[in-house]
């Protein structure tokens, strides 16, 4: 939905999956059901999760080195579009974490202007974040193949900056990823410490830091 207001207003900009949603366990059903089509075994829902963050063909690459598929690439190639396929619907499972839509209505209220830029796929961020009911929050989503590169390069949380028209922005990430984009587009980085994060909190840069949805907003208006 396009948002007009305050043209001095900051731009909040969320990462998606382990930031506003904890998706792990449909990324984990699609990814052993891609496993169990290949009649190899499947991973865990803690070994998927660590293999979130990059990007999905990353995340494919990282399964199938997983199940020792080695460099067959015409295998690799069939699991990658066998994954995309199932992606795109697959929310079944897919949760708000707690306090989200809260927080997004209390920022929208305090006049920020909301976007989301996430290493997703377009397709399946777009059909999850409408499922889950937030795309009446957002202005704009970038995903991972949105633009010829995905995060940490910082051109895709610059496009979701000026796709909402703010000059000036705060990113909400969950990773190691996002921290490094934050850094290399100049933007101040608040961690959100319960997604999918893999190394400890005082290892990854950030201005600050939550563990709770309900926070966010006043965290916000404090370095905001
Ligand atoms: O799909 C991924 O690998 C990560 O997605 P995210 O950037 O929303 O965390
Ligand atoms: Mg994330």
Do not use: W
Request: proline content about 5%; some cysteine; overall charge negative.
């Amino acid at each position: 939905m396009p948002q007009t207001g305050d043209p001095e207003a900051t731009g909040v900009i969320f990462d998606l999956d382990g930031t506003l949603i904890d998706s792990a366990p449909d990324i984990h059903a699609a990814g052993n059901a891609v496993l169990a089509d290949e009649g190899l075994p499947g991973v865990t829902l803690a070994q998927a999760t660590a293999m979130i963050g990059a990007g999905t063909p990353t995340f494919v690459a990282r399964l199938a080195n997983a199940a020792g598929v080695g460099n067959d690439t015409e295998r690799r190639d069939r699991m990658y579009r066998n994954f995309m396929e199932r992606y795109l619907g697959a929310h079944e499972l897919t949760r708000l974490y707690p306090g989200v839509a809260a927080a997004l209505s209390a920022l929208r209220e305090a006049g920020h202007r909301l976007a989301i830029c996430t290493n997703k796929p377009e397709a399946p961020a777009r059909t999850v974040v409408e499922a889950l009911g937030l795309s009446e929050h957002v202005g704009a989503l970038i995903g991972g193949d949105s633009l010829s590169v995905k995060k940490p390069d910082p051109a895709p949380l610059h496009a979701a900056a000026r796709a909402i028209g703010v000059q000036r922005a705060i990113f909400v990430g969950d990773s190691e990823i996002d921290a490094e984009t934050a850094q290399a587009a100049g933007v101040t980085f608040a961690l959100f410490t319960r997604g999918y994060r893999k190394t400890p909190v005082d290892r990854i840069a950030h201005d600050v830091a939550f563990d709770d949805h309900g926070d966010l907003a006043g965290l916000l208006a404090r370095i905001g």
